[in-house]
């Protein structure tokens, strides 16, 4: 079997290439049109497993823009038409996409593949929408009980003083197309809700409004669904520490449970959706009252694909074999309490929590004021150290990243993640 991997510079493109090396004969990859940083920055196309890789034109342009239809549109006409030309040059039996938009545009030209001979890892583009579209994702958790932040849906700048009496300060405006928390704004009083709503109105028309949610902690789903809309597998990791940058708050830490909580709902809203695949389901835990509440579906693997592949669930064969019309495999019960940590993020997360207090410490010397807490401000670094301390050097069974091993196995992939984190680490501390 040949297998073609789809944008090359997110990390979870490497971790399905390393999930099926061995259960496939060739691995090839397509590498987006852009920018120097995004042609190069991916691990993927400098894997070893990798046999070639090819150029592709950029297809999300139109779905970060919220055209969401069947028919191609004149980009993403040019990048079917371009994997068509690697699936001939190449003998290309199936294609198994990384990203939200390669989901998208893959899954509204299924057919035309298949009439190929080539399987495209996706569902189709009717069963896709409702996980694409944030709006609608939200409305089938409410429908099936899975708890929500209060939303409203904006179509015009008229729409937003009615929505404000309704839902209290602070607010979120974010995009119902979007991935990694791209263009959220985030406004705590009426001129500023107005700003950011003509700001993102730039990027795409009618934006969700939602309540803020204190964050006490989050707890995600990560998920492979069958032909059947009934789960094959689900991971539901306990998180012992995040890093905050922006709005988001990715995991930096988590535990291995076989607790699933909501596990109820989340079947109901995965059978309500109707699509099979691999899913990411977003949640956090409200501070207020303690209770999960959705974030968003992301349709396909993310960066943390590595929690389910490092407890021996290779979730990605397991989708491919899906998408096949073949079994599955069955599922070992999930190694309870076992600590998953990512040294390279803890590293980079001790120095800026070291940077943080130390400023906030000359800023109260000198009679300066303090900014507003940084992640783990709260704590010291002695406390911080001891925590780091007991996971990775006490006696709790523990796992660490792939994406920073395989030095002498595989170089180059974890060079180019290294360096990539650190320069966007980098770049967020100096704006």
Known sequence: MNLLVTNTQEDQAY?????????????????????????????????????????VPACGTDWRAGRLQKENTEAEE???????????????????????????????????????????????????????????????????GFPIPRTRMITEIDDLAEAAREIAPPWVLKPRCDAHAANIGLARHKDELISVFRQLQNVQDRPLLQEFVPPETKRNFYVVVGRDNEVVSVLSPKVH????????????????????PLENELRALLRELGAWGG????????????????????????????????????????????????????????????????????????????????????????GGTTDEAEPYEKESIRQLLRQLRSEYFGNRPRVTSPLNRGYFSDPLPPLAHFLSVLGKTIKRRLR
Request: hydrophobic share 40%; charged share 30%.
């Open 241 to 260: 520490r995040t890093r905050k940058t922006g709005l988001q708050t990715p995991c930096a830490a988590v535990e291995s449970s076989r607790e699933i």
């Open 78 to 144: 040019a990048y079917i038409q371009a994997i068509e030309e690697i699936c001939r040059r190449e003998s290309i039996d199936c294609i198994f996409p990384s990203y939200d938009s390669d989901v998208y545009v893959l899954s509204k030209n299924r057919e035309r593949l298949a009439d190929q001979g080539v399987v495209a890892v996706c569902p189709d583009y009717g069963q896709l929408c409702r996980f694409l579209d944030k709006a609608e994702t939200l409305e089938a958790a409410r429908k099936v």
């Open 279 to 366: 899913f990411t389901v977003q949640t956090i835990v409200d501070a207020r009252d303690g209770k999960q509440k959705l974030m968003e579906i992301n349709p396909r693997f993310g960066h943390n694909l590595w929690y389910q592949t490092e407890l021996d669930i290779n979730a990605p064969l397991m989708l491919l074999r899906i998408a096949r019309g073949e079994d599955p495999g069955s599922v070992l019960p999930i190694r309870d309490g076992v600590i998953l940590l990512d040294p390279l993020w803890d590293s980079l997360h001790l120095v800026g929590q070291a940077l943080d207090q130390s400023a906030a410490w000359i800023r109260r010397v000198f």
């Open 15 to 55: 971790l399905i290439i390393r999930s099926l090396r061995e259960h496939v004969d060739n691995i090839f990859v397509a590498v987006e049109e852009g920018g120097f940083f995004k042609r190069w920055s991916g691990m993927s196309l400098w894997s070893r497993f990798v046999k070639r890789r090819h150029r």
